[in-house]
């Protein structure tokens, strides 16, 4: 009777503590819990710790509490001014009602699918009513903004907020931005070539003002060099002149001597003068011989 009895007494312990284990649940920092009971929504639990059900009549059912991530797929988006974009957006979302999420969609998954619809419909519509450069360059932090107020008049019918709705990438398609490139680089190229006509000319009348003034001067330098030269054969000439008046003997003898030398040099050129010519003078006397009636200066120098 007592081993029964013990045998019993275990087993509504074993019984106490699986009703116990199965009437406790803990709700984590990042979720939220929805209570169901018999399929009927009970209460929804956002604080975290160790919380209490009704075991077998209850059920939770864990909602993520935290930021979620909706990446759309890239698509194509006419602007107003008729340019066609390839925008990739992404968005992030919260839930914020669990009863309404759980009521009117039930999972992440069926979310991000109906999230990616709303967002694809309200950039097209928001870029579609915006010009090229206020999508790429002007007002997109304008146009994100009313994207995000779009998404959230839609998802609040489905329990959720979105945070946030970026453009991670606006650009032409690949065939315009390869037509966009090729006229930018015919403009650079007939840009460069008007630049380096502008320069060609510049160069060329830089150069020839340059010439100009480079024959001028050397033309200046000529003038004073022809100057220079006249007045030193000029001094020359009154130094040959007082030195022949000094001493006109001397004179004669010295510059038939300079003669000799030079037409009696060792070339190949020969010359035939007679014995008696005034050349010869000097060969015969230190003095030379006497002058002839008319003469009055040195004899003249040999001809070839």
Partial sequence: MNRSF???????????????????????????????????????????????????????????????DLDSPVQEVIASDQKRLVVDAFARYRITNPLVFYQSIGNIRDANSRLSTILNSAVRRVLGDATFFAVVRDDRPQLMAQITSQMNREAQSFGITVVDVRIRRADLPQANSEAIFRRMQTERQQEAAQIRAVGEEQARRIRSRADRDATVIVAEANRESEQ???????????????????????????????AYDQALAQQDTRFLLSPNSDFFRYFGTPFGAERRPGIGGPPAAPTQ
Avoid: C
């Fill in 6 to 68: 013990l045998i019993g007494f275990l087993v509504l312990i074993v019984i106490g503590l699986v009703a116990l284990y199965s009437s406790l649940f803990t709700v984590y920092q990042t979720q939220q819990a929805l209570v169901l009971r018999f399929g009927e929504p009970l209460r929804t639990i956002s604080e975290p710790g160790l919380h209490w059900k009704v075991p077998i009549a209850d059920n939770v059912v864990f909602l993520d509490k935290r930021i979620l």
């Fill in 228 to 258: 220079i030269r006249g007045l030193g054969d000029a001094e020359r000439s009154g130094i040959f002149a007082e030195a022949f008046n000094q001493d006109p003997d001397f004179f004669a003898f010295y510059r038939s001597m300079q």
